[in-house]
């Protein structure tokens, strides 16, 4: 069973080994240790900033730790700002239920719902493209999505 957890310190191994492993699918010069040890050892700053509107959680398949889901909620839009699941548990409509429960609440909240997606990675693309979401903008390293109610 999928569950969504909200985050704590004791969760930052578990965080640093999704992050680095979906970091070296999406490039495969990352080396899974290292990155793993410089993410264990960057993640804890995160923990102290004052973002009441930001949830960081764990996605846990049957207690078990695979993947990473981060939503910012404001007044006005909700943003999605990341989805990474450990690389064996992709292609199983994890992420696409998890989003989903996000495109709900845009529509019964009225508030766009956005996210940012790497110009490389062109998987998640057609994934957000799939569930409705259009290109809004972009920067030199991202599109800007967004779903509208």
Not at 17 to 28: E, H
Not at 30 to 36: G, L, N, Q, Y
């Amino acid at each position: 069973m999928i569950r969504l957890r909200t985050a704590t310190l004791e969760d930052i191994p578990a965080l640093a080994n999704v992050l680095a492993n979906v970091s070296a699918q999406t490039d495969p010069t990352v080396d899974v240790e290292k990155a793993r040890t410089s993410m264990i050892e960057s993640i804890p700053e995160y923990f102290g900033k004052d973002e009441p509107e930001s949830l960081l959680s764990l996605i846990e398949l049957d207690g078990e730790p695979i993947g990473r889901f981060r939503v910012v909620r404001f007044k006005d839009r909700i943003f999605l700002g990341g989805i990474q699941i450990l690389p064996d548990f992709q292609n199983r409509g994890i992420g696409t239920q998890l989003i989903m429960e996000l495109v709900d609440e845009s529509r019964t909240t009225g508030r766009p719902l956005q996210l940012d997606v790497e110009r490389s990675n062109s998987r998640a693309r057609r994934l957000y493209e799939r569930l409705g979401f259009r290109p809004y903008g972009e920067s030199e390293t991202d599109i800007h999505m967004q779903f509208l109610p």
